[in-house]
């Protein structure tokens, strides 16, 4: 009986041709059986960018399998893959892969699904070793220029995005700049009960003061009905009437 091309064997005629080449494809063999790290496309994530606990990944394997004929057999589909997050008890930098991220996968040596299941301490969940289902995303390795992120070169640390950049604090928030510090913006607003400046803030201060004293000591009222406008005030303004929200540190 003849046999078919798709029971054709890897091994080649220098395989067998003596003990040692026969051991030899023996060990490779078995060590074929044995996974380490491959390059995989990330198919699905539970997660999307959101303050959650670390989620999973469906991912596929990009390197293929060879068969005797040197036809390439797909991997399928590794569901329910844990992922890598830069994070330290409750700190974390949240970054989630996301669908069509091309990244590193290792795989572990032994069944971790029941560490998966209750992220304790636990038995193998079977007796597989080396085996793809028990895949960890590491991180991604390959991709376009990205649009948002946070850059550390020579010159410092620029954070860049095309949306909205929000920055809340529990307690206190301070920025300090030894250099000058620029903000620009169409608009601004800023809310607090008072704000305090440090050389500017005198000038600020008098001038807003000086000013609003100026126009009610010299302001008058006109006579609708043709006659003399009122005189100045002859009177002080209170000095409740000065700003006291802006100050000189």
């Given at each position: ?11 080649s ?63 399928g ?14 700190n ?22 029941v ?14 070793r080396?085996d793809?289902?028990?895949?960890v ?48 913006a ?14 500017a ?15 009610l ?13 009122t005189g ?10 000065q700003?006291s ?5």
């Open positions: 009986m003849s046999l078919g091309t798709d029971l054709l064997s890897t091994q005629a220098s395989d067998w041709s003596t003990n040692r080449s026969e051991l030899a494809f023996l060990i490779k063999s078995m060590l074929s059986e044995v996974r380490t790290c491959l390059p995989v496309e990330v198919v699905a994530v539970t997660n999307s960018g959101t303050d959650a606990a670390i989620g999973y990944v469906d991912i596929r394997p990009l390197v293929g399998q060879l068969d005797g004929s040197g036809n390439v057999i797909d991997h589909v590794i569901h329910n893959a844990p992922y890598s997050r830069l994070q330290g008890g409750s974390a930098i949240i970054l989630d892969p996301q669908v069509g991220d091309i990244g590193l996968a290792a795989f572990c040596d032994r069944d971790i699904g560490v998966k299941a209750t992220q304790k301490t636990g038995a193998p969940g079977s007796k597989r080396h793809m289902s028990d895949a995303y590491l991180m991604t390795i390959m991709g376009g220029i990205p649009s948002q992120y946070i850059q550390f070169n020579s010159g410092g640390i620029s954070i860049v995005t095309p949306g909205n950049v929000l920055v809340t604090a529990g307690g206190n928030a301070s920025v300090t700049a030894i250099g000058s510090a620029t903000i620009t169409a608009s601004a607003i800023i809310k607090a009960g008072s704000i305090v400046l440090k050389n803030g005198t000038a600020l201060y008098s001038l807003l003061n000086a000013t609003l004293l100026t126009w000591n010299s302001h008058v009222h006109s006579n609708g009905n043709g006659g003399a406008n100045a005030p002859t009177t002080t303004p209170a000095s409740s009437v700003t929200v802006v100050q000189a540190e």
